[in-house]
């Protein structure tokens, strides 16, 4: 029982340490144009469901539509910037900023709907359209967090890179 009790602290003192060599990985080409094409995938999927909302939540308030394709186009600009110009912390970190909007706001719209049926003699197409946006507000959240995951390594490894660099200066 001893030898039992000593192999398992071992065994998990030994998977409890971390080498050098596990620091997270600047995101390569590849994965990053990747995640961007996947996120203006979901974008479109988004802006497909808001339009096919919209004379619903355009009955609760006209703004609400207009507000919501506003930010997907934005987030198309920034994704079209990147894959053009390349990356960068800000972009990436506008990006995440953009793909949470759009998740709040598919949310928001589809509770909107639902409140509005809840009031009113419910209307079958205000209903089924909640289904679209709330499965847009889960894939922008869900791209959302891939990318985020991304970013951070992207960030530590520049910092890495930029801690190194003052060094070197001193």
């Known amino acids: 029982m001893k030898l039992f009790i000593a192999v398992f602290f071992m065994a998990a003192v030994a998977f409890g340490q971390t080498k050098p060599t596990d620091q997270p990985?600047?995101?390569s080409?590849?994965?990053?144009s990747?995640?961007?094409k996947k996120a203006d995938?979901?974008?479109s999927g988004f802006e497909k469901a808001v339009k096919n909302?919209?004379?619903?939540l355009d009955k609760i308030d006209?703004?609400?539509a207009t507000t919501y394709l506003d930010a997907s186009s934005d987030a198309h600009t920034i994704i079209a910037g990147m894959q053009t110009n390349g990356i960068s912390a800000y972009g990436?970190?506008?990006?995440?900023?953009?793909l949470d909007d759009l998740s709040l706001n598919a949310?928001?719209?589809?509770?909107?709907?639902?409140?509005?049926?809840?009031?009113?003699p419910a209307d079958a197409g205000a209903l089924s359209a909640t289904i679209p946006l709330a499965s847009a507000s889960t894939a922008c959240n869900d791209i959302s967090e891939l990318i985020m995951h991304a970013t951070l390594r992207y960030v530590h490894v520049e910092e890495e890179l930029l801690g190194k660099l003052m060094a070197s200066q001193k």
């Open 29 to 32: 080409k590849e994965e990053i």
């Open 25 to 27: 990985a600047m995101p």
């Open 34 to 36: 990747d995640l961007l």
């Open 107 to 120: 949310a928001n719209a589809s509770v909107q709907l639902l409140l509005a049926a809840k009031s009113t």
């Open 92 to 98: 990436l970190v506008s990006l995440l900023a953009t």
């Open 41 to 43: 995938e979901k974008v």
């Open 53 to 56: 909302a919209k004379p619903y």
């Open 62 to 64: 006209p703004k609400f």
